[in-house]
């Protein structure tokens, strides 16, 4: 069993900035990829930006330049640094580890969510 917990989002100007923050926790398990996704109303869940357990990241268009995804290994935690905040980039986060226990198999584990709200 994994948990995740996100920390981080609020209320910002456009042009702001915030940071994420996603922990894991639990026993025998390996974080292979971690990744931001995001929602907003009437939409779907889409992502956002992923790293991998070698560092490799991806970016959707719509946030390169602007969002950092990084991780700490030690710690099995993942951060979204988000800067140049857009109203468009307003949404609920999601936290998303791909676990591994040993063996080929893989699991998926969800954070709680954290709203982030741009205001123009």
């Known amino acids: 069993q994994v948990q995740l917990v996100q920390s981080g989002g609020g209320l910002v100007q456009a042009g702001g900035s915030l940071r994420l923050s996603c922990a894991a926790s639990?026993?025998?398990?390996?974080?292979?990829?971690m990744g931001w996704y995001r929602q907003a109303p009437g939409k779907q869940r889409d992502l956002v930006a992923r790293?991998?357990?070698?560092?490799?990241?991806n970016y959707a268009d719509s946030v390169k330049g602007r969002f950092t995804i990084s991780r700490d290994n030690a710690k099995n935690t993942v951060y979204l640094q988000m800067n140049s905040l857009k109203p468009e980039d307003t949404a609920v986060y999601y936290c998303k580890a791909v676990v591994s226990f040993g063996s080929v198999a893989l699991y998926q584990y969800w954070g709680q969510g954290t709203q982030v709200t741009v205001s123009s």
């Open positions: 790293i991998t357990s070698n560092g490799s990241t």
């Open positions: 639990g026993s025998r398990f390996s974080i292979n990829t």
